[in-house]
DNA sequence: ATGGCGAATATGTATAGACAATTAAAGAGG
DNA sequence: CCTCTTTAATTGTCTATACATATTCGCCAT
């Protein structure tokens, strides 16, 4: 067995009443004083058990009124956007990245004005095309990435190691591949591709915007939530 | 102003310093002790700042060693899989649900097996067809749902409010429109449609497995993450 | 009934101290 | 130079206590 910590411990059997049904949405949950008592610690250790309920959102405290079950509200899901090339490999296939086009420019677009690296190039696994990039870097937000090898480098990945965010923005939407696309892809125009438009801010700078264009037969997202 | 807690105080200037760059990936965190003097409090406070960064992934802290700034890894971010209906209306347009089949079986489904309530139906909004919806419910796991109005409510919707999750999947994909798809949707086949499937589970039992194709021009997945 | 007001109560925050667990770094021995 | 052992730095957990803060409840006057 493991020696969990008591606070987890308390975390996690409140946590499976509420989760089995057993103490219904809107329920009342036993207050810190009760717990303290009925598992023999301080009034601390119950608080941080419950703290941590609350801030997973599954319970609702109220100074005076106690904690109940949460209700649940909304299927606010974890999607982990990896690093394309880690992905790809942790599929089993090799990845390669093929960069097209890279210059420097001064960006016209209201969503990230200044001066930009503008990179094109397609995101290979096995060989084969996965996705056509279009990617703006802020050269005034990230001066480094001018000294950045990305014709080696994919500029996802490069980010990745060296910059941090704080906010970020995903799109995720279907389109048919124009004929520029397709040709790039080497699929037949009008086919079904899956576009991921990210945009990510550094203390409300924007840092990049990049669209992502996969062919929809090869890729698809996958975000989970919950137990291993 | 505001007058935030002091531990919230400290969370937040410790964040700030590594999300404008100051201290770099990698670097050193003041230790507990060094920023209890500093801010003249007890260890037990810098202690929740610091365990709250470590919790968000923004610092990586080991026992003797100290704290360091966490290099960035893969951008997690929260999709809010909010309800439907809400979503829809949140953009200022009105929901509509239009139930076209339900009928309780046996699945054979592996992923979902047993006895399950099946349920079609088209969400439309403004009245005209947004995605076409198939839908599993397992009546064992929820039996009040054979009681439910599911042509008056959306299962999502009524499932929402109803049945708490551990554990869900959300796949996301884009495909073109079958024949069948195309005429329920009132788009022509083969035009780019937005696949969400998602599974839920409710402590390693199946509760729903739901496929739900959009037409790609009326609706896209927006997650964001990080400060309002 | 109704609206305001005070008091009881549950949570929120913080302190000071203690010991446990982990592990990097220094030192001992070969 | 390498390996094993010891040491010490640092975080992790927990206690017991205190006061702050928000909010519900009931009392009271209207």
Same mark, same amino acid.
């Given at each position: ?20 049904? %057993? ?21 601390? %250790? ?33 999607l982990e956007i990896t690093d394309l090339?880690?992905e ?16 420097? &420019? ?39 990435? /001018? &000294? ?8 996802g %990945?490069? /980010? ?8 970020a923005?995903n ?23 899956? &576009?991921v438009?990210r945009? %990510? ?7 990049? /915007? ?11 997202l996958?975000a ?5």
């Amino acid at each position: 067995m493991k020696a969990a910590p008591l606070h987890e411990r308390i975390r996690r059997e409140i946590e499976a009443r509420i989760l089995s049904g %057993t103490w219904a949405p809107g329920a009342r949950v036993p207050g810190e004083i009760e717990l303290m008592a009925q598992y023999g610690c301080a009034r601390m %250790t119950v608080n941080k058990a419950l703290s941590a309920l609350a801030h997973a959102g599954l319970v609702d405290r109220r100074r005076r009124a106690g904690t109940f079950v949460a209700r649940p509200r909304s299927q606010s899901m974890v999607l982990e956007i990896t690093d394309l090339a880690r992905e790809v490999v942790a599929r089993g296939q090799s990845y390669g990245w093929q960069m097209q086009t890279r210059r420097e &420019t001064q960006s016209e677009l209201p969503e990230m004005p200044g001066p930009v690296l503008e990179v094109d190039g397609v995101h290979l696994a096995d060989g084969t095309p996965l996705a056509f990039e279009h990617r703006l870097i802020s050269t005034a937000q990230v001066p480094e990435v /001018l &000294t950045a090898d990305l014709a080696a480098t994919a500029p996802g %990945t490069w /980010l990745l190691g060296h910059v941090p965010w704080t906010e970020a923005e995903n799109r995720i939407s279907a389109s048919a591949a124009s004929p520029a696309l397709a040709r790039v892809l080497g699929i037949a125009a009008g086919d079904p591709c899956l &576009t991921v438009t990210r945009r %990510t801010w550094r203390g409300g700078a924007p840092v990049t /915007l990049v669209h992502q264009h996969f062919i929809a037969s090869r890729h698809e997202l996958v975000a989970r939530f919950g137990a291993a």
